[in-house]
């Protein structure tokens, strides 16, 4: 199994709601990832995730809280959101190759998922 | 800081002609690059990457890429476009901690039939 999978593909939700992006993998990887993709440009970092500990979070708003309950689901959960969040969000994952210090070794390929396209009314 | 920059947002190659996707980067220790590809309304799909094993890079679906050290160039070639061929193309370089991802602009491909 060489995939990525995400759900929902698509979702709709207002300012006030909450809802949740899943991610999932079975290539054994221990490295996940959160990218959003507005149209038109390209995807932008937002969380990754190495052993299941939170390694780096690019400054993202605090209404965006990822979890990764275990070494094969990545959820990313979404709360007080504004229009402007709107965008196409990408998972990835990849071998971090570093044991388990934690270090994610350069260059492992990151496998993407088909995204899930959000917008936010 | 590593990033990369990819010349021309949008190319139109008729079918058959050769497809030539410009990529450079900037870096003060060897890069690690890659060339990816997004379908519309899909993810990326890896083509090719460099991590310093070979210069001249062959990916997938006929593209192939060359690293070019003493021109910081990185570019995508195809010898014979298909109409498949058509999706955006991402340039990207891993920073230094985290394997963490930097993608060029993108390069739009039309391909006339």
Known sequence: DTEVTQTPKHLVMGMTNKKSLKCEQHMGHRAMYWYKQKAKKPPELMFVYSYEKLSINESVPSRFSPECPNSSLLNLHLHALQPEDSALYLCASSLPGGGNSGVILRGNEQFFGPGTRLTVL | AQSVTQLGSH?????GALVLLRCNYSSSVPPYLFWYVQYPNQGLQLLLKYTSAATLVKGINGFE???????TSFHLTKPSAHMSDAAEYFCA?????????????????????
């Open chain 2, 11 to 15: 190319v139109s190659v008729s079918e």
């Open chain 2, 65 to 71: 890429a060359e690293f070019k050290k003493s021109e």
């Open chain 2, 93 to 113: 370089v891993i920073k230094a901690a985290g394997n963490k991802l930097t993608f060029g602009g993108g390069t739009r491909v039309l391909v006339k039939p």
